[in-house]
Nanobody
Framework: QVQLVESGGGLVQPGGSLRLSCAPS????????MDWSRQAPGKQRELVAA???????NYADSVKGRFTISRDNAKNTIYLQMNSLEPEDTAVYYC????????????????WGRGTQVTVSS
């Protein structure tokens, strides 16, 4: 089973920046549309940003103008550039895809990462 792995989380001061990455745990043939979501203690899970295989993007109002989602299809990797971070951005960030195809032709309907912690604090 192929899984996604997030990286790049950490502690940053308000106004700072972080860049999250998400990639499959092993070599794959292709990956579908992908997205980032987050969940903070005591809050509902929130879809942060999404990107299609063609590069079309969508953002939650809470992060629009501050976050940028992108993908590198050659590396089957997506990124979330987070600028002007606020304490309210503190959460565990998860990545997700709707499709993974292996080199052997096997297809997973979807996959999720285990999450990476982002903490914004002075």
């Amino acid at each position: 089973q192929v899984q996604l792995v997030e990286s790049g989380g950490g502690l940053v001061q308000p106004g700072g920046s972080l860049r999250l990455s998400c990639a499959p745990s092993g070599s794959i043939f292709s990956i579908g549309s992908m997205d980032w979501s987050r969940q903070a203690p005591g809050k509902q899970r929130e879809l942060v940003a999404a990107i299609t295989t063609g590069g079309s993007t969508n953002y939650a109002d809470s992060v629009k103008g501050r976050f940028t989602i992108s993908r590198d299809n050659a590396k089957n990797t997506i990124y979330l550039q987070m600028n002007s971070l606020e304490p309210e951005d503190t959460a565990v960030y998860y990545c997700h895809t709707d499709k993974i195809e292996t080199h052997q032709g096997l297809i997973e309907a979807g996959a999720w990462g285990r999450g990476t912690q982002v903490t914004v604090s002075s």
